[in-house]
């Protein structure tokens, strides 16, 4: 069974530092992008950041130069480095990926992590 784990939110200080990650368990075949979005509440779920499977990046305008993606392929496993934090990056954070599986090697699918946490105060 395919399953993808958050882990790594909490509570910290405006300006501090958080690392959130994301495994990716169960019978893959392959990766393709790996992202973060994240949800505050009464607004919409947004895209923080994606990597694709070479390593090329996205981020959203108010996180670039604070918030770092990366990857590592052999553990399926994607990391958001969060520095510089500010209020406003109060949310839950969720990741998601495509991949594929080793049952349905063509067909890419999408998931979801069960998310988490990240509370920044001021």
């Known amino acids: 069974q395919l399953q993808l784990v958050d882990s790594g939110g909490g509570l910290v200080q405006a300006g501090g530092s958080l690392r959130l990650s994301c495994a990716a368990s169960g019978s893959i075949f392959s990766i393709n992008n790996m992202g973060w979005y994240r949800q505050a509440p009464g607004l919409q779920r947004e895209l923080v950041a994606r990597?694709?499977?070479?390593?090329?990046?996205y981020y959203e305008d108010s996180v670039k130069g604070r918030f770092t993606i990366s990857r590592d392929n052999a553990k399926n496993t994607v990391y958001l480095q969060m520095n510089s934090v500010k209020p406003e990056d109060t949310a839950v954070y969720y990741c998601?990926?495509?991949?594929?599986?080793?049952?349905?090697?063509?067909?890419?699918?999408?998931?979801w992590g069960q998310g988490t946490q990240v509370s920044v105060s001021s």
């Open positions: 998601n990926v495509d991949l594929y599986s080793r049952d349905s090697p063509t067909n890419l699918r999408n998931y």
């Open positions: 990597i694709g499977r070479g390593g090329s990046t």
